[in-house]
């Protein structure tokens, strides 16, 4: 902090100083004018010192406006010499909170009402989750392997439907019980069986899915060796993040080497997926043992070493799996929400390129001069850059859309693909067109399909976040070119390009084309009214 005595001291010096820095410019103007008397006559001098003042203003402005410019971006923007610091999320719930915030700001952006509404909901959903207090445990499985049954012996009462016919549980149903020294209450959650044949068995199939995306713990319930198509279902769920206990039920119908030699061959399967001391045997509903002259011995469910592995992981790592299922949540709605927001750019994106196409396929057609040069139209395509970054939120200077334009506008020409155009539409086109309309119209309608492989080539840059990608601009243009020269695309680009450029150009007044000739018919109405010799 500068005292107050102090800062007086030094505003008298700077004062001062600037009276000295005065004094000495009048004292040059006073000698200029004094030397250029003895050159010049008097009524010139005045003229002559105003331009050598006004030249030397703006000599000033040209050097110091441009300094003064990016010395104001600099005052703005941050010092970008240093990487800016991402400050990290202090733990899950905060960076499912931020999750949440980017798919607001995604919501924001979408104009489909009913997607939006449906991507609002799940996000509604996930928000609830967020907040919830109980674990959910999802019972998963194949048709009849157990899961009702071990619900129904995990509660200790009667729930459910159990019987041996596939596909008993028709709709996901929730449970919920208390678990001794667990803080949370906890939700056991039956799903359809999978891998069930017909439309319902799938559709079966898909809810039990979503159910067992949605849950913190996963319960896989077997009755033997896991099948190639159960396998790839619990490997598919487990690439996701979740937590598996893979439960191999009924083992009131194995011996005891037998089932010890099936787990070893579920563990060793499982490998990686699921954990060892997360393979554990039970037996939901064992099947009752007959006794002669009396009624039949009706076991008791053992699932003993299920309970304490169960009460062992969710004590452990209960808050984890919740806040882990909750980020997973959270970012599989994020992608969802900017995969939905990339295809609504992407056709907002289509549709300019389509309306620029036809604007350069008109400019072209509508040039009088022979041989116009078609990547004339860089114009056209610096503006359609413009617009598409707009569609895709990006802020773009117009130096930075005429250099992208110019540098595609040389690819295309690089590539040869210029002529390639104008041999394609040439071919397409001249057949069926006057020889006075072909050349204008093969111009246009070439430079039309550039400006479309063009805006193709941009489209991919964006999406890419304004990148090229590993083969840069050139693979961007090659690809777009082999994409619009297929024979289902470009069929349809030549049909409108014929109501674009060729019938505009059969209208015009001033352009008027002579009418195709006629086929002659001998002694016909064709000589009839023709003047004698």
Same mark, same amino acid.
């Given at each position: ?19 000295? +820095? !005065?004094?000495? /410019? ?34 000033? /402005?040209? !050097? ?38 980017? #798919? ?52 200790? $009462? ?28 906890? =939700?056991? +959650? ?70 010890? *030699? ?10 990686? &997926? ?20 009396? =009624?039949?011995? =009706? ?33 599989? &709605? ?13 056709? $907002? ?9 036809? #604007?350069?396929?008109? +400019? +072209? ?17 610096? =503006? ?40 394609? #539409? @040439? ?31 941009? /489209? ?10 590993? @083969? ?18 470009? *069929?349809?680009?030549? $049909? ?38």
């Amino acid at each position: 902090m500068i005292p107050p005595r102090s800062r007086l001291l030094i505003g008298l010096a700077a004062g001062l100083l600037a009276l000295v +820095v !005065i004094g000495a /410019i009048l004292q040059a103007v006073r000698s200029l004018l004094w030397d250029l008397s003895y050159l010049l006559p008097g009524w010139l001098l005045t003229p002559v010192l105003l331009l050598a003042v006004g030249l030397i203003l703006a000599l000033g /402005i040209q !050097i110091g406006w441009p300094w003064w410019q990016s010395w104001q971006r600099r005052k703005q923007r941050p010092d970008q010499t240093t990487e800016p610091q991402i400050q990290v999320p202090s733990d899950r719930r905060e960076a499912a909170t931020r999750s949440l915030d980017s #798919i607001d700001r995604v919501l924001e952006q979408l104009q489909d009402d009913i997607t939006r509404e449906g991507l609002r909901r799940e996000r509604q959903r996930v928000a609830e989750d967020l907040t919830r207090g109980d674990l959910v445990v999802a019972v998963f499985g194949s048709g009849s392997s157990g899961k009702t049954s071990l619900i129904r012996a995990l509660l200790q $009462e009667m729930v459910g439907e159990v019987a041996a016919a596939m596909g008993s549980t028709q709709h996901s149903r929730t449970y919920r019980l208390k678990l001794r020294g667990l803080q949370r209450g906890l =939700q056991l +959650v039956d799903t359809p069986g999978i891998l069930e044949a017909g439309d319902a068995g799938y559709t079966r199939e898909e809810t039990a899915r979503r159910v067992a995306v949605r849950s913190d713990l996963l319960l896989v319930v077997v009755d033997g060796d896991l099948r190639a198509s159960e396998f790839g279902v619990l490997q598919s769920i487990a690439d996701l993040g979740k937590r598996l206990l893979l439960v191999l039920n009924k083992r009131d119908l194995r011996g005891v080497e037998e089932e010890r *030699r099936l787990l070893e061959v579920l563990r060793h399967r499982c490998r990686g &997926l699921v954990e060892e001391l997360d393979v554990i045997a039970c037996s939901a509903s064992p099947q009752s043992i007959p006794r002669p002259g009396g =009624q039949p011995l =009706q076991p008791a469910p053992d699932v003993v070493e299920l309970l304490q592995r169960l009460a062992a992981v969710l004590h452990a790592d209960g808050e984890e799996l919740i806040a882990d299922n909750i980020l997973l949540q959270c970012r599989r &709605l994020d992608e969802q929400g900017r995969q939905l927001l990339n295809r609504q750019r992407r056709r $907002e994106a289509q549709r300019c390129v389509d309306r620029y196409s036809w #604007i350069s396929g008109g +400019v +072209v057609a509508a040039t009088p001069l022979p041989g116009v040069d078609l990547l004339g139209t860089a114009a056209v395509n610096a =503006q359609m850059v413009m617009e598409m970054a707009g569609v895709y939120g990006v802020e773009l200077s117009r130096d930075r859309a005429r250099e992208l334009a110019l540098s595609v506008g040389r690819t295309l020409a690089t590539l040869g693909l210029v002529k390639g155009a104008m041999s394609l #539409i @040439g071919t397409a086109l001249s057949l069926s067109l006057p020889t006075l309309l072909a050349g204008r119209a093969i111009q246009g309608v070439a430079a039309a399909w550039l400006t479309r492989i063009a805006g193709f080539s941009f /489209i991919r840059y964006f999406e890419q976040d304004q990148d090229w990608g590993d @083969g840069g601009v050139q693979d961007a243009v090659r690809q777009a070119f082999e994409l619009n020269r297929r024979d289902a695309s470009l *069929r349809s680009f030549l $049909e409108m390009a014929v109501r674009q450029v060729v019938e505009p150009l059969q209208r015009r007044p001033d352009r008027k084309l002579p009418p195709r000739p006629e086929p002659r018919e001998e002694g016909g109405a064709s000589d009839r009214g023709r003047p004698g010799p």
